[in-house]
């Protein structure tokens, strides 16, 4: 229903609510976006042979703090769980990340002007608020990712990225 009074009366009880929710800021987590980032780490890994400190300025959810827990595959090759119900198919070309190296995370923190905590109705919905409805294998990536999110803890704190980095990064 997009006209009548029908319409005005539910747009009238519910403009306080909807006045306040288009000022919040977007806040998506697509899990599709560790793709990108799944070369870097494996690189790092490669390379010092140490465990990875993961720190994410705008994580709003921490699901791509999440990122080794999911599954990458490109041809017949894969990375990560293999039975992990977040697969990450099909966004790499004929060139992607070499998979023979072991990534081990030690920890998982990151921080949000409004953090979102997925392990949540609330959260969830407010996550999947961000997926237009007719992407399907978004919404069903993002179920999966959020399954992930109630089994590995990450930490999202709430703050400002400038004084989260400096505290973060001392020793």
């Not at 780490?41 to 720190?55: C, G, H, K, S, W």
């Not at 705008?58 to 090759?77: H, S």
């Not at 089994?151 to 999202?156: G, I, L, M, Q, S």
Request: hydrophobic letters at 40%; proline letters at 6%; charged letters at 25%.
């Amino acid at each position: 229903m997009t006209s009548g009074p029908g319409f005005g009366l539910l747009c009238n009880s519910t403009k306080t609510v909807l006045r306040e929710l288009v000022h919040l800021p977007v806040q998506t987590n697509e899990v599709g976006r560790c793709a990108a980032l799944l070369g870097g780490f494996l690189e790092v890994a490669r390379q010092t042979d140490r465990p990875l400190r993961l720190l994410e300025v705008g994580a709003a959810g921490g699901l791509i703090l999440r990122w080794d827990q999911y599954r990458y595959e490109a041809g017949r090759e894969g990375w990560g769980d293999s039975d992990s119900s977040v697969r990450i198919t099909g966004v790499f070309g004929a060139e992607y990340p070499r998979f023979d190296v072991l990534a081990k995370v030690v920890e998982r923190r990151g921080c949000d002007a409004l953090p979102i905590d997925p392990c949540t109705e609330e959260g969830q919905l407010t996550l999947q608020s961000y997926v237009w409805p007719d992407q399907v294998e978004r919404f069903r990536q993002l179920a999966a990712a959020i399954d992930v999110a109630h089994r590995v803890p990450a930490t999202v704190d709430q703050g400002n990225a400038p004084n989260w980095v400096e505290g973060a990064l001392a020793p």
